[in-house]
Protein backbone atom coordinates (compact mmCIF):
# COMPACT_ATOMS: atom_id res chain seq x y z
CA UNK A 1 0.00 0.00 0.00
CA UNK A 2 3.31 2.47 0.90
CA UNK A 3 4.46 1.55 -2.57
CA UNK A 4 1.06 2.58 -4.15
CA UNK A 5 0.73 6.10 -2.13
CA UNK A 6 4.21 6.35 -3.12
CA UNK A 7 3.70 6.22 -6.62
CA UNK A 8 0.70 8.60 -6.48
CA UNK A 9 2.70 11.17 -4.80
CA UNK A 10 5.42 10.96 -7.18
CA UNK A 11 3.25 11.45 -10.20
CA UNK A 12 1.16 14.36 -8.78
CA UNK A 13 4.51 16.07 -8.09
CA UNK A 14 5.82 15.08 -11.83
CA UNK A 15 2.41 16.90 -12.43
CA UNK A 16 2.99 19.79 -10.28
CA UNK A 17 6.33 20.59 -11.44
CA UNK A 18 5.34 19.86 -15.23
CA UNK A 19 2.20 22.56 -15.03
CA UNK A 20 4.85 25.01 -13.15
CA UNK A 21 7.34 24.68 -15.53
CA UNK A 22 4.65 25.29 -18.38
CA UNK A 23 3.04 28.33 -16.52
CA UNK A 24 6.99 29.88 -16.46
CA UNK A 25 7.45 28.95 -20.06
CA UNK A 26 6.89 31.75 -23.04
CA UNK A 27 3.82 32.06 -23.85
CA UNK A 28 4.76 32.84 -27.61
CA UNK A 29 7.48 31.55 -29.92
CA UNK A 30 9.77 33.90 -32.41
CA UNK A 31 12.04 32.47 -35.00
CA UNK A 32 14.01 34.71 -37.50
CA UNK A 33 16.61 34.33 -40.71
CA UNK A 34 18.20 37.34 -42.72
CA UNK A 35 19.59 37.23 -46.49
CA UNK A 36 21.56 39.56 -48.59
CA UNK A 37 20.10 40.00 -52.09
CA UNK A 38 21.15 42.04 -55.16
CA UNK A 39 18.00 43.05 -56.06
CA UNK A 40 16.38 46.41 -55.93
CA UNK A 41 13.81 46.24 -52.78
CA UNK A 42 11.14 46.87 -55.05
CA UNK A 43 11.66 43.85 -56.56
CA UNK A 44 11.57 41.84 -53.94
CA UNK A 45 8.71 43.46 -52.20
CA UNK A 46 6.45 41.93 -55.53
CA UNK A 47 7.55 38.92 -55.05
CA UNK A 48 6.63 39.19 -51.71
CA UNK A 49 3.31 40.94 -52.12
CA UNK A 50 1.76 37.85 -54.18
CA UNK A 51 2.19 33.81 -54.16
CA UNK A 52 2.54 33.68 -57.69
CA UNK A 53 6.05 32.59 -57.45
CA UNK A 54 5.61 31.00 -53.84
CA UNK A 55 5.27 27.15 -55.61
CA UNK A 56 9.28 27.90 -57.08
CA UNK A 57 10.53 29.04 -53.63
CA UNK A 58 9.05 27.09 -50.49
CA UNK A 59 10.61 23.98 -49.23
CA UNK A 60 7.30 22.36 -49.47
CA UNK A 61 7.82 21.33 -53.13
CA UNK A 62 11.12 19.21 -51.90
CA UNK A 63 9.13 18.06 -49.69
CA UNK A 64 6.80 16.71 -51.60
CA UNK A 65 7.06 17.87 -55.18
CA UNK A 66 3.55 16.86 -55.94
CA UNK A 67 2.53 19.03 -53.22
CA UNK A 68 -1.08 20.94 -55.07
CA UNK A 69 -1.23 24.55 -54.56
CA UNK A 70 -4.68 26.58 -55.13
CA UNK A 71 -4.66 30.56 -55.66
CA UNK A 72 -7.64 32.78 -54.29
CA UNK A 73 -8.20 36.06 -52.99
CA UNK A 74 -6.75 39.13 -54.40
CA UNK A 75 -3.66 38.40 -56.97
CA UNK A 76 -1.81 41.04 -54.84
CA UNK A 77 -1.27 42.54 -51.90
CA UNK A 78 -3.43 42.08 -49.09
CA UNK A 79 -6.01 39.56 -49.24
CA UNK A 80 -3.98 37.63 -51.60
CA UNK A 81 -4.32 33.69 -50.89
CA UNK A 82 -2.66 30.35 -51.43
CA UNK A 83 -3.53 27.09 -49.99
CA UNK A 84 -1.59 23.47 -50.48
CA UNK A 85 -2.25 20.18 -50.05
CA UNK A 86 -0.17 17.18 -49.92
CA UNK A 87 0.14 13.09 -48.94
CA UNK A 88 3.45 13.97 -47.23
CA UNK A 89 2.80 14.63 -43.20
CA UNK A 90 5.70 17.16 -43.24
CA UNK A 91 3.57 19.01 -45.66
CA UNK A 92 0.40 18.65 -44.65
CA UNK A 93 -2.53 21.09 -45.52
CA UNK A 94 -2.35 24.32 -44.90
CA UNK A 95 -3.08 27.92 -46.34
CA UNK A 96 -1.29 31.51 -46.47
CA UNK A 97 -2.61 35.07 -46.34
CA UNK A 98 -1.27 38.35 -47.08
CA UNK A 99 -2.30 39.93 -44.11
CA UNK A 100 -0.60 43.59 -44.42
CA UNK A 101 1.75 44.77 -47.08
CA UNK A 102 3.52 48.68 -46.16
CA UNK A 103 4.00 50.65 -47.38
CA UNK A 104 2.07 50.21 -50.92
CA UNK A 105 3.86 49.21 -53.96
CA UNK A 106 4.11 52.48 -55.44
CA UNK A 107 5.46 54.60 -52.14
CA UNK A 108 8.74 51.41 -52.96
CA UNK A 109 10.79 54.15 -54.52
CA UNK A 110 14.60 54.54 -54.52
CA UNK A 111 13.60 56.88 -51.36
CA UNK A 112 12.16 54.10 -49.09
CA UNK A 113 14.97 52.31 -47.02
CA UNK A 114 12.09 49.64 -44.94
CA UNK A 115 9.17 47.56 -46.04
CA UNK A 116 7.67 44.69 -44.41
CA UNK A 117 4.72 42.12 -45.53
CA UNK A 118 3.34 39.88 -43.13
CA UNK A 119 1.28 36.23 -44.21
CA UNK A 120 -0.87 35.02 -42.09
CA UNK A 121 -0.52 30.97 -41.87
CA UNK A 122 -3.14 28.06 -40.92
CA UNK A 123 -1.57 24.79 -40.90
CA UNK A 124 -0.87 22.00 -38.58
CA UNK A 125 1.69 23.62 -36.29
CA UNK A 126 0.79 24.23 -32.89
CA UNK A 127 -0.44 27.91 -31.40
CA UNK A 128 -2.74 30.76 -32.34
CA UNK A 129 -2.20 33.63 -34.25
CA UNK A 130 0.35 32.36 -36.66
CA UNK A 131 2.14 34.60 -38.74
CA UNK A 132 5.20 35.20 -41.35
CA UNK A 133 6.89 38.63 -41.48
CA UNK A 134 9.24 39.12 -44.16
CA UNK A 135 11.03 42.49 -43.48
CA UNK A 136 13.29 44.23 -46.28
CA UNK A 137 15.51 46.82 -45.46
CA UNK A 138 17.63 48.62 -48.44
CA UNK A 139 21.28 48.33 -48.15
CA UNK A 140 24.51 49.15 -50.51
CA UNK A 141 26.41 52.66 -51.28
CA UNK A 142 23.88 52.47 -54.18
CA UNK A 143 20.65 51.29 -52.53
CA UNK A 144 21.62 48.09 -54.93
CA UNK A 145 21.11 45.60 -52.17
CA UNK A 146 18.09 44.20 -49.71
CA UNK A 147 18.18 42.51 -46.85
CA UNK A 148 15.52 40.08 -46.15
CA UNK A 149 14.55 38.84 -42.22
CA UNK A 150 11.56 36.49 -42.63
CA UNK A 151 10.50 35.61 -39.10
CA UNK A 152 8.15 33.56 -37.52
CA UNK A 153 5.45 34.19 -34.82
CA UNK A 154 3.13 32.16 -32.62
CA UNK A 155 1.16 32.58 -29.54
CA UNK A 156 0.39 29.84 -26.90
CA UNK A 157 -1.83 31.17 -25.09
CA UNK A 158 -2.41 29.19 -21.33
CA UNK A 159 -2.29 26.08 -23.77
CA UNK A 160 0.48 24.32 -21.47
CA UNK A 161 1.06 21.83 -24.57
CA UNK A 162 1.24 24.48 -27.01
CA UNK A 163 3.94 26.21 -24.55
CA UNK A 164 5.82 22.98 -24.48
CA UNK A 165 5.95 22.93 -28.57
CA UNK A 166 8.19 26.36 -28.39
CA UNK A 167 10.60 23.56 -27.45
CA UNK A 168 10.54 22.50 -31.02
CA UNK A 169 10.20 26.13 -32.96
CA UNK A 170 13.70 25.07 -33.74
CA UNK A 171 12.49 21.90 -36.02
CA UNK A 172 9.99 22.73 -38.86
CA UNK A 173 9.37 26.30 -38.14
CA UNK A 174 13.12 27.33 -38.51
CA UNK A 175 13.95 24.50 -41.42
CA UNK A 176 11.08 26.26 -43.14
CA UNK A 177 12.32 29.86 -43.15
CA UNK A 178 16.11 28.87 -43.54
CA UNK A 179 15.38 26.40 -46.78
CA UNK A 180 12.46 28.39 -48.77
CA UNK A 181 14.92 31.66 -47.86
CA UNK A 182 17.73 30.23 -49.76
CA UNK A 183 15.50 29.46 -52.82
CA UNK A 184 13.75 32.90 -52.69
CA UNK A 185 17.33 34.10 -53.21
CA UNK A 186 17.65 31.75 -56.45
CA UNK A 187 14.54 32.86 -57.72
CA UNK A 188 15.62 36.36 -57.66
CA UNK A 189 18.59 35.92 -59.23
CA UNK A 190 16.53 34.65 -62.06
CA UNK A 191 14.42 38.19 -62.60
CA UNK A 192 16.40 40.64 -65.05
CA UNK A 193 18.53 43.54 -62.50
CA UNK A 194 16.35 46.55 -64.06
CA UNK A 195 14.67 48.86 -62.13
CA UNK A 196 10.86 48.98 -63.36
CA UNK A 197 9.73 51.27 -60.46
CA UNK A 198 8.39 54.23 -62.64
CA UNK A 199 6.77 51.64 -65.09
CA UNK A 200 3.18 51.64 -64.28
CA UNK A 201 1.90 48.14 -67.13
CA UNK A 202 -1.61 47.29 -67.62
CA UNK A 203 -3.02 43.85 -68.72
CA UNK A 204 -4.94 44.37 -72.09
CA UNK A 205 -7.03 41.56 -73.22
CA UNK A 206 -6.35 42.11 -76.87
CA UNK A 207 -8.35 41.07 -80.01
CA UNK A 208 -7.01 38.56 -82.81
CA UNK A 209 -6.19 41.27 -85.63
CA UNK A 210 -4.99 40.64 -89.44
CA UNK A 211 -2.03 42.05 -90.59
CA UNK A 212 0.86 42.02 -93.61
CA UNK A 213 4.27 41.43 -92.16
CA UNK A 214 7.93 42.01 -93.62
CA UNK A 215 10.65 40.04 -92.04
CA UNK A 216 13.91 42.12 -91.35
CA UNK A 217 16.92 42.20 -89.32
CA UNK A 218 19.83 44.90 -88.86
CA UNK A 219 23.03 45.80 -87.35
CA UNK A 220 22.87 47.56 -83.82
CA UNK A 221 25.54 49.81 -84.50
CA UNK A 222 23.17 51.12 -87.40
CA UNK A 223 20.78 52.37 -84.63
CA UNK A 224 18.10 54.20 -85.02
CA UNK A 225 18.59 55.48 -88.92
CA UNK A 226 19.03 51.95 -89.54
CA UNK A 227 15.78 50.92 -87.85
CA UNK A 228 13.95 53.58 -89.22
CA UNK A 229 15.31 52.80 -92.77
CA UNK A 230 14.37 49.18 -92.71
CA UNK A 231 11.05 50.47 -91.11
CA UNK A 232 10.21 52.54 -93.84
CA UNK A 233 11.00 49.22 -96.87
CA UNK A 234 9.11 47.44 -94.93
CA UNK A 235 5.95 49.49 -94.82
CA UNK A 236 5.87 49.98 -98.53
CA UNK A 237 6.52 46.96 -99.17
CA UNK A 238 3.11 45.66 -96.87
CA UNK A 239 1.36 48.90 -98.82
CA UNK A 240 1.95 47.97 -102.23
CA UNK A 241 0.81 44.12 -101.27
CA UNK A 242 -2.33 45.41 -99.65
CA UNK A 243 -3.05 47.49 -102.84
CA UNK A 244 -2.31 44.62 -104.72
CA UNK A 245 -5.04 42.45 -102.30
CA UNK A 246 -7.71 44.83 -102.23
CA UNK A 247 -7.36 45.56 -98.61
CA UNK A 248 -6.51 48.74 -96.88
CA UNK A 249 -4.21 49.31 -93.58
CA UNK A 250 -6.22 50.31 -90.73
CA UNK A 251 -3.79 51.38 -87.96
CA UNK A 252 -0.31 51.99 -86.97
CA UNK A 253 2.94 49.87 -87.22
CA UNK A 254 4.01 47.38 -85.45
CA UNK A 255 7.26 45.56 -84.81
CA UNK A 256 7.65 41.79 -83.46
CA UNK A 257 11.07 41.26 -81.69
CA UNK A 258 12.51 38.25 -82.95
CA UNK A 259 15.94 38.28 -81.89
CA UNK A 260 17.53 41.39 -79.82
CA UNK A 261 21.30 40.19 -80.09
CA UNK A 262 24.28 42.11 -79.22
CA UNK A 263 25.00 42.68 -82.55
CA UNK A 264 21.91 42.08 -84.92
CA UNK A 265 18.13 43.11 -84.31
CA UNK A 266 16.03 40.54 -86.12
CA UNK A 267 12.54 41.62 -86.08
CA UNK A 268 9.01 41.60 -88.39
CA UNK A 269 7.41 44.61 -88.96
CA UNK A 270 3.68 44.42 -89.23
CA UNK A 271 0.54 46.78 -90.23
CA UNK A 272 -3.00 45.62 -89.92
CA UNK A 273 -5.30 45.41 -92.49
CA UNK A 274 -9.49 45.50 -92.88
CA UNK A 275 -9.43 41.59 -93.83
CA UNK A 276 -9.40 37.99 -92.15
CA UNK A 277 -9.56 36.44 -95.67
CA UNK A 278 -7.37 37.63 -98.83
CA UNK A 279 -7.20 36.14 -102.04
CA UNK A 280 -3.98 35.05 -103.77
CA UNK A 281 -3.62 33.47 -107.08
CA UNK A 282 -7.00 33.54 -107.59
CA UNK A 283 -7.76 31.52 -104.17
CA UNK A 284 -9.36 32.58 -101.10
CA UNK A 285 -7.45 32.05 -97.91
CA UNK A 286 -8.46 32.71 -94.48
CA UNK A 287 -5.14 34.10 -91.94
CA UNK A 288 -4.91 31.97 -89.28
CA UNK A 289 -2.69 32.76 -85.90
CA UNK A 290 0.51 31.49 -86.79
CA UNK A 291 2.36 28.18 -84.98
CA UNK A 292 5.53 26.77 -83.90
CA UNK A 293 6.76 25.20 -87.00
CA UNK A 294 6.30 21.13 -87.24
CA UNK A 295 9.23 19.89 -89.29
CA UNK A 296 7.91 16.57 -89.57
CA UNK A 297 4.80 17.60 -91.38
CA UNK A 298 5.05 16.39 -95.60
CA UNK A 299 3.84 19.01 -97.92
CA UNK A 300 0.81 17.06 -99.07
CA UNK A 301 -1.33 20.32 -100.54
CA UNK A 302 -1.78 23.08 -102.19
CA UNK A 303 -2.35 25.24 -98.54
CA UNK A 304 0.61 23.02 -96.89
CA UNK A 305 3.96 24.68 -95.48
CA UNK A 306 6.30 25.11 -98.57
CA UNK A 307 9.40 23.74 -98.46
CA UNK A 308 12.43 25.51 -97.11
CA UNK A 309 13.49 28.38 -99.40
CA UNK A 310 10.02 28.33 -101.66
CA UNK A 311 8.04 31.47 -101.42
CA UNK A 312 5.18 30.13 -103.63
CA UNK A 313 2.06 33.01 -103.55
CA UNK A 314 -0.55 30.57 -101.70
CA UNK A 315 1.18 28.49 -99.63
CA UNK A 316 1.93 28.56 -96.13
CA UNK A 317 5.62 29.05 -94.69
CA UNK A 318 7.21 26.57 -91.57
CA UNK A 319 4.85 28.68 -89.33
CA UNK A 320 1.75 28.51 -90.64
CA UNK A 321 2.08 32.19 -92.30
CA UNK A 322 0.16 33.14 -95.75
CA UNK A 323 3.17 33.79 -98.48
CA UNK A 324 1.36 36.58 -100.15
CA UNK A 325 4.59 37.28 -102.32
CA UNK A 326 8.42 36.87 -101.91
CA UNK A 327 8.81 39.30 -98.37
CA UNK A 328 4.66 39.80 -97.17
CA UNK A 329 3.24 37.20 -95.38
CA UNK A 330 -0.42 37.27 -94.01
CA UNK A 331 -1.69 35.91 -90.35
CA UNK A 332 -3.92 36.44 -87.68
CA UNK A 333 -2.50 38.31 -84.60
CA UNK A 334 -2.58 39.05 -80.74
CA UNK A 335 -5.71 37.36 -79.07
CA UNK A 336 -4.94 36.92 -75.20
CA UNK A 337 -4.03 38.90 -72.38
CA UNK A 338 -0.58 41.00 -73.09
CA UNK A 339 1.23 43.12 -70.04
CA UNK A 340 1.17 46.34 -72.02
CA UNK A 341 3.91 49.35 -71.14
CA UNK A 342 3.87 52.89 -72.68
CA UNK A 343 7.14 54.41 -73.81
CA UNK A 344 6.94 58.43 -74.44
CA UNK A 345 10.46 59.27 -76.55
CA UNK A 346 12.37 57.88 -79.78
CA UNK A 347 12.53 54.10 -80.92
CA UNK A 348 15.98 53.66 -78.80
CA UNK A 349 13.91 53.70 -75.07
CA UNK A 350 11.24 50.49 -76.58
CA UNK A 351 13.81 47.40 -75.53
CA UNK A 352 14.23 48.96 -71.64
CA UNK A 353 10.93 49.00 -71.71
CA UNK A 354 10.12 45.50 -72.55
CA UNK A 355 13.04 44.46 -70.30
CA UNK A 356 11.21 46.12 -67.48
CA UNK A 357 7.97 44.37 -68.76
CA UNK A 358 9.82 40.94 -68.34
CA UNK A 359 11.03 41.34 -65.36
CA UNK A 360 8.07 42.77 -63.94
CA UNK A 361 5.74 39.92 -65.11
CA UNK A 362 8.75 37.94 -63.34
CA UNK A 363 8.32 39.21 -60.01
CA UNK A 364 4.17 39.06 -60.26
CA UNK A 365 4.63 35.98 -60.97
CA UNK A 366 2.75 36.20 -64.80
CA UNK A 367 4.18 33.55 -67.11
CA UNK A 368 5.02 34.41 -71.00
CA UNK A 369 6.95 32.59 -73.80
CA UNK A 370 9.03 34.69 -76.09
CA UNK A 371 9.52 32.16 -78.82
CA UNK A 372 5.59 30.95 -79.22
CA UNK A 373 4.39 34.69 -78.48
CA UNK A 374 6.91 37.06 -79.42
CA UNK A 375 6.76 40.86 -77.79
CA UNK A 376 5.88 43.41 -80.01
CA UNK A 377 5.44 47.66 -79.92
CA UNK A 378 2.90 49.98 -81.97
CA UNK A 379 3.62 53.34 -82.89
CA UNK A 380 0.66 54.88 -81.51
CA UNK A 381 1.88 58.45 -82.54
CA UNK A 382 4.67 59.23 -84.51
CA UNK A 383 7.49 61.79 -83.63
CA UNK A 384 6.81 65.52 -84.84
CA UNK A 385 9.74 68.03 -86.41
CA UNK A 386 9.69 70.99 -86.97
CA UNK A 387 13.47 71.84 -88.71
CA UNK A 388 15.41 69.43 -86.22
CA UNK A 389 13.33 70.51 -83.52
CA UNK A 390 11.41 67.66 -81.84
CA UNK A 391 7.49 69.49 -81.23
CA UNK A 392 6.30 65.90 -79.80
CA UNK A 393 7.76 62.60 -78.77
CA UNK A 394 6.43 59.36 -80.29
CA UNK A 395 4.46 57.34 -78.59
CA UNK A 396 5.15 53.68 -78.35
CA UNK A 397 2.78 51.00 -76.66
CA UNK A 398 4.94 47.94 -75.86
CA UNK A 399 3.06 44.45 -75.32
CA UNK A 400 4.86 41.20 -73.71
CA UNK A 401 2.03 38.60 -74.26
CA UNK A 402 0.93 36.41 -71.55
CA UNK A 403 -0.15 33.01 -71.45
CA UNK A 404 -1.44 30.68 -68.54
CA UNK A 405 -3.84 31.68 -65.84
CA UNK A 406 -3.26 35.66 -65.66
CA UNK A 407 -4.67 37.99 -63.66
CA UNK A 408 -7.24 40.33 -65.18
CA UNK A 409 -5.33 43.76 -64.06
CA UNK A 410 -2.06 44.53 -62.20
CA UNK A 411 -1.94 46.09 -59.20
CA UNK A 412 -1.69 49.16 -60.71
CA UNK A 413 -5.00 49.17 -62.68
CA UNK A 414 -6.67 47.89 -59.51
CA UNK A 415 -4.82 51.54 -57.95
CA UNK A 416 -5.90 53.27 -61.21
CA UNK A 417 -3.18 54.80 -61.74
CA UNK A 418 -2.29 56.17 -65.14
CA UNK A 419 0.20 55.74 -67.93
CA UNK A 420 1.86 58.79 -68.51
CA UNK A 421 0.87 61.06 -71.73
CA UNK A 422 3.00 62.52 -74.31
CA UNK A 423 1.80 66.00 -72.72
CA UNK A 424 3.63 64.77 -69.48
CA UNK A 425 7.08 64.42 -71.23
CA UNK A 426 6.95 67.84 -72.92
CA UNK A 427 9.88 69.14 -70.63
CA UNK A 428 12.34 66.36 -71.51
CA UNK A 429 14.15 65.38 -74.54
CA UNK A 430 14.00 62.17 -76.40
CA UNK A 431 16.66 59.26 -76.25
CA UNK A 432 19.73 60.16 -78.70
CA UNK A 433 19.61 57.93 -81.70
CA UNK A 434 21.29 54.52 -81.30
CA UNK A 435 21.74 54.78 -77.92
CA UNK A 436 19.62 52.93 -74.85
CA UNK A 437 17.27 55.07 -73.29
CA UNK A 438 17.78 55.95 -69.88
CA UNK A 439 15.53 55.17 -66.84
CA UNK A 440 12.33 57.27 -67.54
CA UNK A 441 11.97 59.81 -64.96
CA UNK A 442 8.53 60.82 -63.47
CA UNK A 443 7.56 63.44 -65.35
CA UNK A 444 8.49 61.11 -68.67
CA UNK A 445 6.66 58.14 -69.09
CA UNK A 446 8.97 56.17 -66.99
CA UNK A 447 6.34 53.62 -68.90
CA UNK A 448 9.32 51.76 -70.43
Excluded: C
Excluded at 190 to 205: H, T, W
Amino acid sequence: MMRVLEFVVALVIVAVVGVVVGVIMPGSGHVERSLVVGKDMRQVYDVLANFRRYPDFTVQRKYDRNTQFTFSGKAYGPGAEISWSSNDDKVGKGKLTVATAEPSFDKIDSTAKEAKVVWNLDNDWRGQDKHFTLGMERQGTRGQLTKITWSYDVAYGFNLIDRYSNLYIHGDPDAFIQFSLNDLQNVLASVQNIDYGKLIPYIEQTQPTPVLLVSSSIERKGGLDALNEATDKAEGQIQAAAKKLGVTVTGPRIIYTTNYGDQTYSFDVALPISATSVTVNGQSHELTAAKAPDLTAPASSSTAAAPAGDTTPGSTDRFGRLIVDNDVRGVLAFGGPALKGVWNGTAAGVPQTRDMLKAYAQTHGYKFDEVVSRPYDILVKPEVKQGDQVTSYAQFAIYLPLTGDAPEKTPEQEANLQPPSLDAGAAEAPAASGTAAAPASAASAGQQ
